[in-house]
């Protein structure tokens, strides 16, 4: 425990543990996408697919970090850590989805929809993460 009362949490092994959570997400909405897309749209639009599942989940990566280094501040600290955490995906996903939309190397409608449905996927996953997270922090149950 620290001296505000919250629980000592290993910010290492919290991110790793966020890290792996995203590349699971990702391998999961991946495999659910990928034969659909490949069977109705075709080749190009499934690496556009895969391509946008990596922006999403390396956004999410880069989410995690801001989290990880609040994690033992305190609880008003931490809650700020998970707010500039949704700032940090929000602008490396827009940052590297503008980067690869612009190279031409994907179709870009199928990539700028694959990267929308799976920054949700991922978010969705990254957030209930973080809810168990930020209750073993304060203390609450898990």
Same mark, same amino acid.
């Given at each position: 425990?620290? $001296? ?5 949490? +290993? $910010?290492?092994a919290?991110? @790793? ?11 999961? /909405?991946? %495999? !659910?996408?990928? &034969? $659909? #897309?490949?069977?109705?749209w075709? +080749? *190009? /639009?499934t &690496?556009?697919?895969? *391509?946008?599942? /990596?922006? !999403? #989940? ?8 801001p989290?990880?280094?609040?994690i033992?501040?305190?609880p ?5 850590? #998970? @707010?500039?955490?949704?700032? *940090?995906?929000?602008? /490396?996903?827009? #940052? =590297? ?9 994907? =179709?870009?409608? !199928?990539? %700028?929809?694959? &990267?929308?449905?799976?920054?949700? %996927?991922?978010? *969705? =996953?990254?957030?209930? !993460? ?7 922090? =304060?203390?609450?149950?898990?």
């Amino acid at each position: 425990m620290t $001296p505000s009362g919250q629980r000592h949490t +290993d $910010p290492l092994a919290t991110l @790793l543990r966020l890290v792996a959570l995203s590349a699971i997400g990702g391998i999961v /909405a991946g %495999l !659910a996408a990928f &034969v $659909p #897309v490949r069977s109705i749209w075709g +080749d *190009a /639009a499934t &690496v556009a697919m895969l *391509a946008g599942l /990596a922006v !999403a #989940v390396l956004g999410g990566w880069f989410g995690s970090i801001p989290i990880v280094l609040t994690i033992n501040l305190g609880p008003a600290a931490f809650a700020s850590g #998970v @707010l500039a955490g949704l700032g *940090a995906r929000f602008l /490396a996903t827009a #940052v =590297v989805a503008a980067l690869v939309h612009t190279s031409g190397l994907v =179709v870009s409608d !199928a990539f %700028l929809l694959s &990267v929308g449905v799976m920054h949700l %996927l991922i978010l *969705a =996953v990254d957030v209930t !993460a973080q809810i168990r997270l930020s209750r073993r922090v =304060v203390g609450g149950a898990a």
